[in-house]
């Protein structure tokens, strides 16, 4: 079976996960601020997310958990 997700992040500061195979939504991680951009890596399965000013998260697919959090000035 093959996985079917879409991340979606927005004004909510929320990122969530909807997987279409088990038609379940999950709430992957948020931010302070409103999420202004996702990326997907499918080399390590990391989802970047990052808001305005110059913030930016790494969460993993698989732990559904937030990794690291950056600032840049």
């Known amino acids: 079976m093959q996985i079917f997700n879409l991340y979606v ?3 909510d500061n929320t ?6 195979n088990a038609t379940k939504e ?3 991680g948020s931010h302070e601020a409103p ?4 990326d997907y890596c499918s080399d390590v399965n990391l989802i970047i997310t990052g808001t305005l000013p110059c ?4 969460h993993s697919d698989y732990l559904h958990a937030l990794l690291s959090l950056s600032f840049f000035n």
């Open 55 to 58: 913030t930016f998260y790494t």
């Open 35 to 38: 999420i202004r951009c996702v």
């Open 15 to 20: 990122l969530k996960m909807y997987d279409f």
């Open 26 to 28: 999950t709430i992957v």
């Open 9 to 11: 992040a927005g004004l």
